[in-house]
């Protein structure tokens, strides 16, 4: 018996023969924009105090999030929970910029990322200025058809915090990141 694709190949079927690699590249763009799309998703969220919206780009359940000197979290909820805390206050301006995505899909249901990160924060009660570059290693799985993040690594490898005081920008820190947590209970 003969496989369609070599049955279509010997008639010259070219509509036959591209049926499905078409259809397997047409399902690749369309999960690479899904997954761009989350990204996106996440990205807006952060900068909109949305923690509800921030939760659900991440799987339910296990996750696996690195954000270095932030912490390393087993669950979404703990993420949320430090992003609540540390950014989601009135006078926390926050711009999450990603772009330059390298974006793999390994199956139907896994794929991986690479995005360079630009974040900027402005602390109107602290009046500082805070830019840091960088990137995220992101891995995505697919479940019911919709594309999450289930382990993500954000890397940091540069840092610029300004005193905004008195009208004069003054650098407080520039180089390589050393970033501190405030512990709960401390002013954000």
Same mark, same amino acid.
């Given at each position: 018996?003969?496989?369609?694709?070599?049955?279509?190949?010997?008639? &010259?079927?070219?509509?036959?023969?591209?049926?499905?690699?078409?259809?397997?590249?047409?399902?690749?763009?369309?999960?690479?924009?899904? +997954?761009?799309?989350?990204?996106?998703? #996440?990205?807006?969220?952060?900068?909109?105090?949305?923690?509800? $919206?921030?939760?659900?780009?991440?799987?339910? &359940?296990?996750?696996? +999030?690195?954000?270095?000197?932030? &912490?390393?979290?087993?669950?979404?909820?703990?993420?949320?929970?430090?992003?609540?805390?540390?950014?989601?206050?009135?006078?926390?301006?926050?711009?999450?910029? $990603?772009?330059?995505?390298?974006?793999?899909?390994?199956?139907?249901?896994?794929?991986? $990322?690479?995005?360079?990160? #630009?974040?900027?924060?402005?602390?109107?009660?602290?009046?500082?200025?805070?830019?840091?570059? $960088?990137? #995220?290693?992101?891995? #995505?799985?697919?479940?019911?058809?919709?594309?999450?993040?289930?382990?993500?690594?954000?890397?940091?490898?540069?840092?610029?915090?300004?005193?905004?005081?008195?009208?004069?920008?003054?650098?407080?820190?520039?180089?390589?990141?050393?970033?501190?947590?405030?512990?709960?209970?401390?002013?954000?």
């Amino acid at each position: 018996m003969t496989d369609p694709t070599s049955q279509a190949r010997a008639t &010259g079927d070219r509509t036959a023969m591209c049926a499905d690699p078409l259809t397997e590249r047409l399902r690749a763009l369309e999960d690479i924009e899904a +997954i761009r799309r989350l990204k996106a998703r #996440y990205f807006h969220c952060c900068d909109r105090k949305d923690p509800e $919206g921030m939760r659900d780009c991440f799987v339910p &359940g296990q996750a696996r +999030i690195d954000y270095g000197p932030l &912490g390393v979290f087993d669950h979404r909820d703990q993420l949320v929970e430090l992003f609540e805390r540390l950014g989601c206050h009135d006078h926390i301006v926050e711009m999450h910029h $990603g772009s330059n995505p390298q974006i793999e899909i390994v199956d139907e249901r896994s794929a991986r $990322g690479v995005w360079s990160l #630009y974040f900027q924060r402005i602390d109107t009660r602290a009046h500082t200025l805070t830019q840091l570059g $960088g990137w #995220y290693e992101d891995v #995505y799985v697919k479940d019911d058809s919709r594309w999450r993040i289930a382990q993500t690594r954000c890397v940091i490898d540069s840092n610029l915090v300004l005193s905004l005081a008195d009208a004069v920008a003054r650098v407080l820190g520039a180089g390589r990141p050393t970033i501190t947590v405030p512990q709960p209970g401390a002013p954000a």
